[in-house]
């Protein structure tokens, strides 16, 4: 199972919107409603930030929200702050002997 | 508060063991699936197995089947990953993190709650 696609650094000023790719393939991201995105600051563990495409947990900002077409899911964060800056990770349930694939992953720089 | 804490990380030599375990605090511990999922140093998140609420399913991702064994303990809110014949591939950063439930429903794809990690070097 290879990993999902992902640019590999995405940047943005404060107050821009920027959107992360996640493409995969019918499998997994193509295949289900299952995909999440993880926000992971240096030396921290990974936080929940999309669920299930489009999905806020509770206490994220609704300045994040996902989106997917076909087979590439999409992060997209608007109103970009400074604390954005970090690595985001796709995810995606498949129909692979390996239930789960995360993405390549992409570093946000707020410029 | 929902916590998590892995430890049991190490230097060890390849084709050598290790247990890892992870303790769970501040929320029903038995009512969720579990994960372990690794990320090598610089480099992106592979999950590695999960284990039922119950103990009755587990499973594997295809790099470690057949060497890696996940366990629970409800009884001791805790977690564990068995790990042998281990290969310098296996040097990760190894989290534990709780399958994402809200409302009574459970997503099968998202992990809410993660731990701190611990390191596991395989290299001789």
């Known amino acids: 199972q290879s990993a999902l696609t992902q640019p590999a650094s995405v940047s943005g000023s404060p107050g821009q919107s920027i959107t992360i790719s996640c493409t995969g393939t019918?499998?997994?991201?193509?295949?289900?409603?299952?995909v999440s995105w993880y926000q992971q600051h240096p030396g921290k563990a990974p936080k929940l930030m999309i669920y299930?495409?489009?999905n806020r947990p509770s206490g994220v900002s609704n300045r994040f929200s996902g989106s997917k077409s076909g087979n590439t899911a999409s992060l997209t964060i608007s109103g970009l702050q400074a604390e954005d800056e970090a690595d985001y990770y796709c995810s995606s349930y498949t129909s692979s002997s390996t239930p789960y694939v995360f993405g390549t992953g992409t570093e946000v720089t707020v410029l | 508060q929902v916590q998590l804490v892995e430890s049991g990380g190490n230097l060890v030599k390849p084709g050598g063991s290790l247990r890892l375990s992870c303790a769970a605090s501040?929320?029903?511990?038995?009512?969720?699936?579990m994960n372990w999922i690794r990320q090598a140093p610089g480099k992106g998140l592979e999950w590695v197995s999960y284990?039922?609420?119950?103990?009755?399913?587990?499973n594997y991702a295809d790099s470690v089947k057949g060497r890696f064994t996940i366990s629970r303990d409800n009884a001791k809110n805790s977690l564990y990953l068995q790990m042998n014949s281990l290969r310098a591939e296996d040097t990760a950063v190894y989290y534990c993190a709780r399958r994402y439930c809200s409302g009574g429903s459970c997503s099968p794809d998202a992990f809410d709650i993660w731990g701190q990690g611990t390191m596991v070097t395989v290299s001789s």
């Open positions: 284990i039922s609420s119950s103990n009755t399913y587990t």
């Open positions: 501040g929320f029903t511990f038995s009512d969720y699936y």
């Open positions: 019918s499998s997994d991201v193509g295949g289900y409603n299952y």
């Open positions: 299930e495409v489009s």
